[in-house]
């Protein structure tokens, strides 16, 4: 058929059914096979025991940057857990189950039971054909994965290296069993005849897929830090950015790097504006909760003008609100939070090949314009898979950092220069010459403390113009439009990983024949304003959906632009719902349609 | 007083001047109150720094807030002035990415203990190998003389004026039990000896503590004068043996009459030494994990 | 009134889906489930031949949408097989360790093609008709111009038989004292009707019982069926058609009274509580012939399930067949079977 | 009295660490001596009142013994510089006086350093014994003319020196103007009597009433010289200056001529001679110096009813202390000033009727702080009176120089930088060379030309001078102190002064006023100094410091001498290579002793002492 590949598949189980590890290489094995995919995980909060875990992967021909608001396969690990997911999968799409559970279930325990009749059960016995392959039901996961490849005839191979990477590390016996249950897996999903109507388009499978990487939002930024030559990184774990720290952790040795687990977000956010003044490309990673924390020693940083990269994966809040949901509610504190006019640079990657570029930007535009710079992003995006390119690399730029302005190291030296682009000359000590104390305190160009009134006013312009041109830094589109060119009926204006739903919805909308388009905004700080404004005078309505309830983008952009934009909040914990989004468009359309009619025939006449 | 050969002035002058010492100084004077044993320290690590010849764009010292945030101000080498309690984490950063730099971090006994308390063990723990110059006036100064971690009770300040209740610290016995690798104790009121310490600690590979006590001449009239600390203190007994932990902490457990010296020293691997290892051995790890993958793919097609 | 009666119907078929409509609507807030063991919603099965004229997508099939079934709030167990069946505690046991509790259950699983005993060991060479997905196997096994051949010949295969021969293909009936199953045929009259058969364009082969089968080699047609003659024929497919046995295995323990059928009541009610049974499973009391006896064809069918889902809520009406069972041959000299018929 | 507690604080050899706020032992090391010039230079520069006394007195060194009450040693210190304490601590013009760091802007009044001296004569112990470092006799031989007071000291010090030495004394007895020209209501002659004993009982010969001249029964100057190994001419200026007066033909003297009129000189010796002086009801007396205070005061004794003195300028700007004039205004003599004589009216009989001035109107300033009085044309007028005395100068007399010695063109002998003049072996001091001046200047002076003389006898220096540099273990005076007002001195009702001319007027300071006074001494010679090596610049000594004495430098010049110059201040923290103790304007109180957190100040005692070598 000519029909492109689009297709997301859920595993749904129990923490310790190896729910996620299967759906990790289904998600591997795909990008090795050529296709585009985008993964999220679902799990639990609670450490051990029997928490739900769902992987969902959309693969496709074409890179997509949100996932669908259906699955087209379910396969359940864990009946209890998986039920409630039952809907989520669209009529003649596939549910999996094992048709001979180990010990009896109560009645309506049994997931056969909650079968839309629009869904095509395929009951397996799996924990008996893990047996069978392996000699123990730890399998069952691969022997289900190994259905689904069967069944939709993926290719075998690629399911095989991505075993056998993600076992690597393992006792070779290890890999040899999953192989075993995979294929047992394989040859049922082959033989088994398929109802549904989930479609692969095989030819169109890139068939040079290595140069695809699977990354997450936190591994791209890993990857990213790694390729922008990352030299310190200290960090303290909090969900969901733990995991940053924790692929540095074994990346960062290897190229000696150095990173350090410290006591606390304050000691990170600290030893990080430290090592940034000693001159390393230095980053810490956290969550809300760690940035309130961090949010004074931003303003050190601002202040001493010292580069520092800070990535923060929101989650729920506030407080410890929900550890493992995810919502864009730390957007204030990120671009404003912290005390006194402390302007930095706020970057939000809409997906994971974003996050690797702002990530490897950051530190770049951190040296340049002398500055923390926040990439910000959420559990959706940092927890979410996607295939990356590295072919083509963006060339990021080694760490260096231009002597600007005119007092040189050792002749009458200003650390705090006052230039014409606002950006001063930086030394690092080891650097003779270029000694100078950096402060909290108001200073002069000397770095000397001074709070008289002209000495204050001319160091906070000299802080916020230096970030004017960060708008206009190279390798990064902090805007971009999408959809119908000129004038439309309805426009989203959506920020970080919910742009990926807006650009899905719209594209649904434009289907039903709404014109409308969506930008996607990547510098929350200093706010590109005019590409911003350019499109919402092409928009009838502007619609800002984020995950939030306040509408913290809406209000940024409303208060920068002063003009009303509507809110679409939704802050449940869950991804943008796409459908929740359309209904948003489809209303605003209507909308624009009663106005027109009511406002344009006396204009007619 | 007088020496045996005469000394004048004018020839001490030159001395000083071809020292060196004066290169580590910056141009503003400091802003002190005048007597206060910060004077004492600058004068002590400026002198230990000329000795060890170590350069000045080698050495950064970092502040947090206090009556020591200004520290740096008042020498010329690099400097960060930072945040409230926040001097240690921002001086473990200077260190780590930069192995050769001379780092000490210069705080308070409020600065340290109260609101920084949380990051002296760690800094300890992994033997940072940074000197942290603690000054131990029991009192928070800045801020006008309110109770400190350290202030005796009984103790009446603005904000204890019932007279503080609470015991204070004894930071010694946790900088040993934080498991410091070099733990010492001097006065500001002996700046020789001072300055003999900070030296030692400066040359001890690891994280070095010394607790320097001194009065704040200004918002203490009563306690912590020059007076009763120069009655106070003694030095630490001849035959303290540095190696004995038990020892240490005996002398340490002795606030009545504060012993002045080194009290513990240890050799033991720095972080920096630590992160080394680490990517030593993460190099390592690399290359035996390609020879799995290599033997994974030939396997897996079967 | 509100009731949260339980009716439970074995099998997807036409007794059950009329059954459980009738249910639906004489009892809207009962809960209503349909346990199959198919994967598909309900099909027409008279429908199944199409898959030789290129009626090759299940949903072409099927009865009813989706959305039937949740307007009726009916649930449709697929691919669930019970094992057993209580009445005691009016529980049934599936295959997948879950236990279902009904409180009047209806057995309408139908029935499956007989396959005589000596051919039991090439089970694995021959290709049955009885769902979607073998109707597609067998459409995909049958080459272009490809022969068919078809052991016994009841009614369900000569309707097919009927369908193959008209897209092309050749069909071999291999004579069978099950042949016209379930008519009764004299032997008087039998050469009229193999003279019927052979005038609709199957070829009549007439060699005695089948002693084994053989996969064909690469080349040439896949099957050969050797006659204890000696003789052989060659085919792409084999398929039985002995005519069908009530699916009543899983009804051994529960003490219900069978002979090859469930034995039922002309109201349909078998020998325990709160269960019915219809369609091609049961054997019906007939008054007239003093015996319990099958009925068989859609009409039949649709006719039980309806009479079983009145009784099943409340009603005492009897079954009572108004189908004249008798095969004839047309004016043209074709066959016609009243089981062929279904609206 | 705050006497007992001051003089525990100081005597006391366990110090009371609650009443002496500083902290900590000192290293109390040896005292040593310097002949560097930066040392000596210090002391010169660094106690004001000693570099301005001509004797070189250690006067610090005094007053402080006072304070501890060692008034023994007080009059030791004392007179091993000027030999006559209990004189010069009445009548001595005090240089060191208006020198004096106290008097000095914002510090107050000076110390009354004479009066001290006279306490420190006055309160020793009857028991106290004078002591001399003897020298071996070297058989020179030495005679002095003229046993004034330089000629005394001269004699003292060559006789100590192991010479023989010989007075010759045209008067009856030894003392010069002491005796002859000073009023015994300044200096009771028995105080005089002592001192001059005192100075010459060390194996110096008196000849009095011998005359050393070119008229018959006179020893001729030759004649001395032949007979010893050297000659010192101490004569003084025994003459005094003439009135130039208008239309006076030459060589006449109308002051000489007239009966009722005198020269204020000759009016005084004579007194003192013996002769019974008689004054008119009222007295003109003409002129500015000690003279014509004490022929007036004299006058009033003798029962003048209206004595006038009559000054060129004003009060303000006469070589008198203000108490010699207050004494006199109480005695009722009014100082009438911007006048200079021009004629004398004179009777049918040669009497003197009246004395002519001009007016005058202040000018320019003169050397040694005297004022120009430039006269204003037609402003004469005329002041009568009944006796006149002119006291407007005095001079040397040279007549009797039988020898040709070099003079200059005042008139006096020139003497070289040996003291000796161009006659060899003949040497000149006191005010025979200087033209007249004070007491303790012909004392210092007579002391230095007897070094020289020794020097040229025995053909090397036997004397110099060191500076003793002997550590202090805290300071020894109190920031209070400064606080302590000048104590005045008691003198006698001005009934009881007329009653003779022999009543003292100054009573001088009882033992609780002299130690007050002497509390009040910054006692310059005390060295405060900032060890570097243990300072941590921390300021705590510029925050207390009374004034602007301690300052950040950079260093410090020397200048050629060796002695030190300016500081070189900053205020630059990394040129600030020491914080120095600016003694100049230090005023020794001790606060920054007190309050340096490192003991880092250091206190020393820096005298000036003479040494053999």
Not at chain 1, 93 to 109: L, N
Not at chain 1, 429 to 446: N, R, S, V
Not at chain 1, 452 to 460: E, G, K, R
């Amino acid at each position: 058929m000519a029909k492109q590949t689009d297709i997301q598949i859920s595993i749904c189980g129990s923490a310790g059914d190896g729910t996620i590890a299967v759906g990790d290489i289904f998600k591997r094995a795909m990008a090795r096979a050529g296709y585009r995919v985008i993964a999220f995980d679902h799990y639990p909060a609670e450490i051990r025991g029997f928490g739900k875990c769902i992987s969902r992967t959309r693969i496709s021909t074409n890179q997509v940057y949100s996932m669908k608001s259906y699955s087209d396969v379910l396969v359940s690990l864990n009946d209890l857990h998986a039920i409630p997911h039952v809907g989520e999968v669209r009529d003649y799409g596939a549910i999996i189950y094992d048709s001979a559970p180990m010990s009896a279930v109560a009645e309506g325990a049994h997931i056969s039971g909650h079968l839309m009749p629009g869904h095509l059960p395929y009951a397996l016995p799996i924990r008996e054909l893990s047996e069978l392959a392996t000699g123990a039901n730890r399998s069952r996961n691969i022997v289900a994965l190994g259905f689904i490849a069967g069944l939709y005839q993926l290719p075998q191979q690629a399911f095989h290296q991505a075993i056998a990477a993600k076992f690597e590390t393992k006792a070779p016996a290890v890999a040899d069993t999953a192989l075993a249950a995979f294929d047992s897996g394989f040859k049922s999903g082959s033989s088994t005849y398929k109802f549904d109507d989930v479609q692969i388009d095989h030819s169109r499978a890139r068939k040079n897929g290595g140069e695809v990487r699977m990354m997450t939002g936190n591994g791209a930024i890993a990857h990213g830090c790694l390729e922008a030559g990352i030299e310190t990184f200290f960090g303290y774990p909090i969900t969901p950015a733990t995991g940053i720290m924790e692929r540095l952790a074994v990346e960062m040795p290897r190229r000696g790097g150095r990173l350090v687990q410290t006591e606390d977000e304050i000691a990170a956010i600290s030893a990080t504006i430290g090592a940034g003044y000693a001159g390393a490309r230095a980053a810490t990673a956290t969550s809300g909760p760690g940035l309130a924390l961090m949010a004074e020693m931003l303003g050190l940083g601002v202040m001493a003008e010292v580069p520092a990269v800070v990535f923060v994966s929101q989650r729920g809040g506030p407080s410890t609100g929900m550890p493992t949901k995810t919502e864009q509610s730390d957007l204030n504190l990120a671009v404003w939070g912290g005390h006194g006019d402390a302007r930095r640079i706020v970057l939000a990657p809409t997906n994971v090949e974003g996050c690797r570029r702002c990530a490897a930007r950051a530190f770049e535009m951190a040296e340049k314009f002398q500055v923390p710079v926040i990439v910000l992003i959420d559990l959706y995006l940092s927890n979410r898979y996607e295939t990356v390119f590295l072919q083509g690399e963006d060339n990021f730029l080694p760490k260096n950092w231009q002597r600007v302005g005119s007092s040189s190291p050792g002749d009458n030296y200003r650390r705090y220069e006052l230039t014409a682009d606002g950006l001063s000359p930086r030394c690092v000590p080891g650097e003779a010459g270029g000694i100078h104390t950096a402060t909290g305190l108001e200073h002069d160009e000397y770095g000397h403390p001074n709070d008289n009134p002209d000495v204050h006013s001319l160091m906070s312009k000299k802080r916020h113009e230096k970030l004017h041109d960060a708008m206009k830094y190279p390798g990064i589109n902090f805007t971009k439009r999408f959809g119908d060119k000129g004038k439309i009926d309805v426009g989203l204006l959506a920020w970080g990983s919910t742009f990926g739903e807006a650009l899905e919805a719209v594209l649904l909308a434009r289907e039903e024949g709404i014109r409308c388009a969506a930008m996607k905004v990547v510098m929350m700080s200093p706010l590109p304003t005019r590409p911003i404004l350019r499109f919402c005078n092409d928009c009838q309505q502007v619609l800002v959906p984020e995950l939030n309830y306040t509408g913290q983008f809406a209000n940024l952009v409303a208060g920068e632009l002063g003009r009303p934009v509507v809110r679409v909040s939704h802050a449940t914990g869950a991804p943008m719902d796409i459908n929740y989004l359309l209904t948003a468009i489809r209303n605003a359309a209507k909308k624009k349609l009663r106005s027109k009619t009511t406002t344009s025939n006396p204009a007619k006449a | 007083m007088i020496p045996e050969q005469p000394v004048y002035l004018e020839d001490k002058v030159d001395e000083i001047r071809q020292s060196g010492r004066l290169a580590y100084r910056s141009t503003a004077l400091p802003t002190w109150c005048p007597g206060c044993g910060y004077y004492s320290m600058t004068e002590g690590l400026v002198n230990a720094l000329t000795e060890l010849r170590i350069k000045t764009e080698d050495t950064v010292i970092v502040s947090g807030i206090g009556c020591a945030s200004r520290f740096p101000f008042f020498m010329d080498t690099y400097g960060f002035h930072t945040l409230h309690g926040r001097a240690l984490p921002v001086a473990t950063g200077v260190k780590v990415a930069n192995d050769k730099l001379t780092v000490v971090a210069v705080g308070g006994d409020g600065d340290g203990f109260a609101i920084g308390g949380g990051h002296i063990p760690h800094a300890a723990r992994r033997n940072v190998n940074i000197t942290y110059l603690l000054f131990d006036n029991g009192i928070y100064g800045l801020t006008k003389g309110q109770v400190s971690p350290t202030s005796a009770t009984g103790f009446i300040t603005p904000t204890s004026p019932f007279q503080n209740r609470d015991a204070p610290l004894n930071p010694l016995l946790m900088l040993l039990s934080y498991g410091a690798s070099w733990v010492g104790q001097a006065y500001a009121g002996w700046p020789h000896h001072l300055t003999q310490l900070i030296r030692q600690a400066l040359e001890h590979p690891g994280f070095s503590y010394l607790h320097v006590l001194s009065p704040c001449v200004t918002f203490d009239k009563t306690d912590r004068t020059y007076q009763n600390l120069d009655l106070a203190v003694r030095e630490l007994d001849a035959d303290h043996d540095s190696s004995d932990m038990a020892a240490a902490m005996r002398a340490a457990a002795d606030t009545s009459t504060p012993m002045l010296g080194l009290y513990y020293a240890e050799m033991r691997e720095t972080l920096g030494q630590a992160l080394d290892l680490i990517a030593a051995r993460a190099a390592g790890a690399q290359r035996i994990k390609r020879a799995t993958t290599r033997h994974r793919q030939r396997k897996a097609p079967a | 009134m509100p009731s949260s009666t339980h009716h439970v119907v074995l099998g997807n078929g036409i007794a059950g889906n009329h059954a459980a409509d009738v249910i639906r609507k004489r009892d809207p807030n009962s809960r209503i489930t349909i346990i199959s063991a198919g994967a598909l919603l309900f099909y027409n099965r008279y429908d199944l031949p199409d898959v030789f004229r290129g009626r090759h997508q299940w949903v072409d099939y099927l009865v009813h949408p989706p959305e039937y079934y949740e307007s009726q709030n009916i649930t449709l167990r697929r691919k669930t097989r019970v094992v057993e069946l209580d009445p005691q505690t009016q529980t049934l046991s599936l295959a997948h360790r879950e236990t279902l509790h009904y409180d009047k259950l209806l057995i309408a699983t139908g029935g499956h093609a007989y396959i005589p005993a000596r051919l039991l060991d090439d089970v694995g060479l021959m290709h049955s008709f009885h769902n979607f997905r073998v109707a597609m196997q067998v459409q995909n096994a049958v080459r272009k111009n490809g022969t068919v051949i078809m052991l016994g010949g009841d009614v369900m295969g000569l309707d097919l038989a009927r369908t193959i021969i008209a897209t092309g293909h050749r069909v071999i009936v291999a004579l069978d004292n099950r042949t016209f199953w379930p008519h009764e045929i004299a032997q008087s009259e039998r050469a009229r009707y193999l003279q019927a058969l052979e005038s609709m364009g199957l070829d009549i082969w007439d060699h005695g019982k089948v002693d084994h089968i053989e996969a064909g080699n690469s080349k040439g047609p896949a099957r050969q069926v050797f006659f204890e003659d000696g003789s052989e024929i060659r085919g792409d497919v084999v398929m039985p058609f002995f005519g069908l046995v009530p699916t009543v295995d899983f009804l051994a323990t529960s003490g219900i009274d069978m002979e090859r059928g469930i034995l039922v009541s002309p109201q349909l009610q078998t020998a325990r509580d709160n269960i019915w049974a219809a369609g091609d499973v049961c054997q019906i009391w007939s008054a007239t012939s003093n015996a319990y006896r099958f009925y068989y064809g859609y009409r039949n069918v649709k006719m039980m399930g309806e009479v079983a889902a009145y009784n099943m809520t409340g009603e005492q009406s009897a079954f009572e067949s108004t189908v004249d069972e008798a095969l004839e041959v047309t004016s043209k000299g074709l066959l016609h079977s009243p089981f062929w018929e279904y609206d | 009295m705050g006497n007992e507690r001051v003089r525990k604080d100081y005597l006391s050899e366990d110090e009371d660490l609650s009443q002496l706020q500083y902290f900590g032992e000192r290293v109390v090391t040896t005292v040593r001596f310097s002949t560097d010039p930066r040392d000596i230079g210090w002391v010169r520069e660094n106690v004001p009142c000693q570099a301005a006394c001509p004797a070189d007195t250690n006067i610090p060194g005094y007053i402080r013994t006072i304070v501890e009450g060692r008034y023994g040693r007080s009059y030791e210190l004392n007179r091993i510089a000027n030999i006559l304490p209990g004189v010069l601590g009445r009548i001595c013009s005090r240089p060191c006086e208006p020198v004096c760091r106290h008097g000095w802007p914002g510090n107050g009044e000076p110390v009354s350093i004479c009066h001290l001296k006279r306490s420190a004569a006055s309160l020793k112990a009857e028991s106290h014994r004078i002591s001399e470092d003897l020298y071996t006799p070297t058989g020179r031989r030495i005679a002095i003319v003229g046993g004034g007071p330089a000629g005394i000291a001269a004699a003292h010090d060559l006789s100590i020196l192991g010479h023989n030495v010989t007075i010759y004394e045209r008067e009856a007895r030894a003392g010069g103007m002491l005796r002859y020209g000073i009023p015994e209501f300044r200096l009771p002659r028995e105080v005089l009597d002592i001192e001059v004993q005192n100075a010459t009982r060390m194996g110096v010969t008196l000849q009095t009433g011998v005359t050393v001249g070119c008229n018959e029964g006179d020893i001729p100057l030759s004649k001395l010289l032949d007979r010893f190994d050297a000659v010192l001419l101490a004569t003084g200026c025994m003459a005094a200056m003439p009135l130039p007066l208008r239309d006076q033909l030459d060589g006449r003297d109308l002051v000489q001529e007239m009966p009722n009129a005198e020269y204020g000189l000759n009016f005084l010796l004579d007194l003192h001679r013996g002769e019974k002086k008689t004054v008119g009801r009222r007295v003109a007396v003409v002129g500015a110096g000690f003279t014509s205070l004490d022929c007036a005061r004299v006058a009033r004794r003798l029962g003048a009813e209206r004595v006038t003195i009559h000054i060129r300028t004003s009060e303000n700007y006469i070589p008198v202390m203000d108490e010699e004039i207050l004494e006199a205004k109480r005695e009722g003599i009014p100082i009438r000033g911007l006048r200079t004589p021009v004629a004398l009216q004179v009777d049918d009989n040669g009497l003197g009727t009246g004395i002519c001035f001009v007016q005058n109107r202040l000018g320019g300033w003169r050397a040694g702080g005297r004022r120009e009085a430039i006269p204003i044309p037609d402003s004469e007028f005329v002041e009568p009176f009944d006796t006149l005395l002119v006291a407007i100068g005095q001079r040397s007399i040279n007549d009797y120089l039988d020898l040709p010695v070099e003079l200059d063109r005042w008139g006096s002998v020139r003497v070289g930088e040996d003291g000796m003049t161009s006659v060899q072996g003949l040497f000149a001091t006191g005010d025979f060379v200087n033209g007249s001046s004070t007491v303790i200047e012909a004392i210092g002076h007579g002391r230095a030309t007897a070094g020289k003389l020794d020097s040229w006898l025995m053909q090397r220096v036997r004397q110099r001078k060191v500076v003793r540099i002997e550590p202090v273990d805290k300071p020894v005076r109190e920031r209070q102190f400064d606080f302590i007002e000048r104590q005045s001195v008691p003198t006698a009702t001005v009934v009881d002064r007329f009653k003779g001319l022999t009543t003292e007027v100054e009573q001088g300071l009882d033992t609780d006023h002299s130690l007050e006074e002497a509390k009040r001494c910054y006692l310059c010679y005390l060295k405060y100094e900032i060890d570097v090596d243990n300072c941590i610049y921390c300021r705590a000594c510029i925050e207390v410091a009374p004034r602007d004495c301690i300052k950040l430098v950079e260093g410090v010049e020397i200048n050629d001498d060796g002695t030190y110059g300016e500081l070189q201040e900053t205020n630059v923290w990394r040129d600030t290579a020491a914080i120095w103790i600016d003694n100049d304007e230090c005023i020794r109180c001790g606060a920054c002793y007190k309050v340096c957190p490192t003991r880092c100040i250091s206190i020393s005692k820096n005298e000036i002492i003479t040494q053999s070598v």
